[in-house]
């Protein structure tokens, strides 16, 4: 997909990145266009997948998720066979699959209660995916920073 965003599509994406729940008036006040003309090119800008997906960002405390875990998953799958991968991207605490160079296949974000789930997770999920030779787990002592927000330039060459 080609997406060819000039310096508006940029400004856009910065200003509902930062919150989603902006509304259109407001972008154009920001924009100094017309309220038509910045929803004309928030929809060019989901229809190109620019724009994904609309979320609340929830704490993670607040519905006792509250520890975070890094799992690297040694695989005997040969390269570019994304069964794993699909496995792991449907369990529910796995936040994120990454596919990686190097001795492990993948590496997943998890967040579950405590120790307990995490162990139940691993039992009862992970050890069920077929190739998985073996996993080492980082457990998240204190998250410093957090953020899902890209840099956005403010032009695109």
Known sequence: MEYKLD????KILRMMQDNARINNSELARELG??????LER???????????AYHARVNPNAINQKMLSFIFIK????????????ALAEIPEVLEVHDIAGDDGYIVKV????????VHLMRNS???IDGIISTRTIIVLQTVKEDNKLI????LE
């Open 75 to 86: 695989v005997d799958e040969i390269i570019g066979d994304e069964n794993t991968g699909k």
């Open 111 to 118: 967040r579950t209660s405590d120790s307990i789930a995490l």
């Open 42 to 52: 928030v929809k060019k800008l989901e229809h190109k997948d620019a724009i994904v």
């Open 33 to 38: 266009m017309a309220p038509s003309a910045v």
């Open 126 to 128: 992970l050890s069920k």
């Open 7 to 10: 310096e508006i599509d940029l």
């Open 152 to 155: 956005i330039p403010d032009t």
